[in-house]
């Protein structure tokens, strides 16, 4: 069944997140000859998600730091990582199940005193 757009009927929602996460609500619209249920998730990220690493060790020794991915979603998360910089390194993918929490090993290899 498909609707044109003189059947349509707007529900302007309005949504205030004091926090960033994940949001469940259910809608019930009823009327005599029908009733029906929508599931609506937001998922609300921060404005500004900044972070600063600071790696020392010498030259042409390697240092990993292993940064937390935490999926509070309610679906699995499949990343690419894009490594911007001379001598970091770390995988091109990471897999983040629902709930859970993954380590990203973020390697600094420097090849010069820097």
Not at 9 to 30: D, M, N, R, S, T
Not at 46 to 54: I, K, N, Q, V, Y
Not at 89 to 95: A, H, K, R, S, V
Request: hydrophobic share 40%; net charge negative.
């Amino acid at each position: 069944l498909f609707l044109d757009r003189s059947d349509a009927v707007e529900l302007p929602i309005k949504f205030i997140p004091q926090y960033a996460g994940c949001y469940h609500c259910q809608i019930l619209l009823k009327s005599s000859c029908d009733v029906r249920v929508y599931e609506v998730e937001c998922v609300v990220n921060p404005d500004h998600a900044e972070a600063e690493l600071e790696f020392r060790t010498p030259a042409y020794q390697a240092l990993i730091q292993d940064i937390p991915i935490s999926n509070m979603s309610s679906q699995d998360w499949k990343l690419e990582a894009v490594l911007e910089g001379q001598g970091f390194y770390g995988p091109p993918l990471i897999n983040v199940g629902l709930g859970e929490t993954a380590l990203y090993p973020l390697m600094f290899k420097p090849i010069a005193e820097c």
